[in-house]
Structure formats: C-alpha cells, structure tokens
C-alpha cells in the first residue's frame, strides 16, 4: 500500500501549459482505469477534478484534462489561472480492493 | 445536493478510543460505496478505510488494521469509523467521502469538511 508518486511542486505562468504525473504500479494504475484526480485549495476539502483517467465531472472546466500510459497518470491543465494555484492529488483503484492517493503535487502560478 | 457532515472528533491520550459520524443527505445512500480518508494538516492524503454499498465489504490500510473498523446504517444515511488503541500518528482531520459507485475503492467523487482528531498524552 504505498502511496503513488508525484512530483512535490510544479509552477506555471498565467496562460501556459503544465503536466502533473502519478507514478504507480502493475497493481494499481497500471490495472485499472479508476484513476482520480482531485484539487485541494488552502483550508478546504479536496474536489475531484478527474475520473476514471480522462472524464471530468460536470462544472469542472475543460482546461482539466487526463491521461494515462502504463503505471503513469497525468493531469493537464491548459491555460492556466491564478485561480488554479491549489494541491493536486491522484488517486487509483489497488488490485487488493483499496484505494491509494498519491503524495500530492503543489502548483504555484507564478 | 449531496452534503456530508462528519463529527465525533476530539483529543484523546495515546491508547483512548474514538468513534467518528458522517451523515449523508442529497443522495441514494444505499447505492454508494463510502470511505474515511485522513490527512495530518501540511500533509498529503491518506486513505483509511471503505465500505461497499451493501456492507458486505470493508477494506482498511495496513496501519489501522485490528484497529478500526467501518460501518454503516443504510437506514440511518449514516456512515461511522470506531477507532480503538488509538496512536499519536493517527492526529489528523478525517474526511467522509463518498465513493464514485457502489464499491468504495473505485475512487471518491464528494467530501464532507472533515472532524479533527488530536491524540495526545
């Protein structure tokens, strides 16, 4: 049950581009599509941003989007906002019926 | 809309016992899987434990294993973590989160604010 890896922080300019991975195994994301992705503002409860890899839920914009290939997931986010400055956390279905997060990625928009 | 309202956190000494609340309204209770997801403030998250739908099935993290388990009331729209021979490394604010389908580790889609846990001699 060890937590999946992402990078501790990632910046970007209002505008650009950035790409967060998750980093697992043969026994989560790399077997199953029940990836997540959630948001994490200062003081607040996570949201989910993503599911299962590359769905977004209703109201989340279309600048979010997922992908995965192998044991890696990744997170884009496309033309970013100040308003997307937040902790950014995956999460995968495990083969032993658990639920794994990963370590959580800080992005600043600089 | 789906509301989660945790409680029954507090301080406890190393040893002491917890049992946390989570009640759910604004969805099919009985139709989702529900967890207990963890974080110690300035840290990542952490999750605990979850239950199927139906209870037929809970899962724990190893760290908490013998130790806690989950339950729930399907007629209650209420969701509990008993938590015994509690630890200092259990201090954290535990959230109820509500799983994306009927099985709880498929992933976690709405959360509550979470109840704050404080085990301490």
């Known amino acids: 049950q060890s937590a999946l ?61 997922g992908s995965k290939s192998g044991n890696t997931a990744s997170l884009r986010i496309s033309g970013l906002q100040a308003e997307d400055e937040a902790d950014y956390y995956c999460s995968s279905y495990a083969v032993s019926s658990t639920l794994v997060f990963g370590g959580g990625t800080k992005l600043a928009v600089l | 809309e789906v509301q989660l309202v945790e409680s ?32 110690v403030p300035g840290k990542g998250l952490e999750w605990v434990s979850g239950i199927n739908w139906d209870a037929l099935n809970t899962h724990s993290t190893d760290s908490v ?19 015994n021979n509690l630890r200092v490394e259990d201090t954290a604010l535990y959230y109820c989160a509500r799983a994306q389908g009927g099985i709880a580790a498929t992933g976690t889609d709405h959360w509550g604010q979470g109840t704050l846990v404080t085990v301490s001699s």
């Open chain 2, 8 to 39: 029954g956190g507090g301080v406890v000494r190393p040893g002491g016992s917890l049992r946390l609340s989570c009640t759910a309204s604004g969805f099919k209770f009985d139709e989702y899987g529900m967890n207990w997801v963890r974080q």
């Open chain 2, 65 to 83: 294993k013998g130790r806690f388990t989950i339950s729930r009331d399907n007629a209650k729209n209420s969701l509990y973590l008993q938590m």
């Open chain 1, 5 to 65: 890896t992402q990078p501790a922080s990632v910046s970007g300019s209002p505008g650009q581009s950035i790409t967060i991975s998750c980093t697992g195994t043969s026994s989560d994301v790399g077997s199953t599509n029940l990836v997540s992705w959630y948001q994490q503002l200062p003081g607040r409860a996570p949201t989910l941003m993503i599911y299962e890899v590359n769905k977004r839920p209703s109201g989340v914009s279309n600048r979010f989007s």
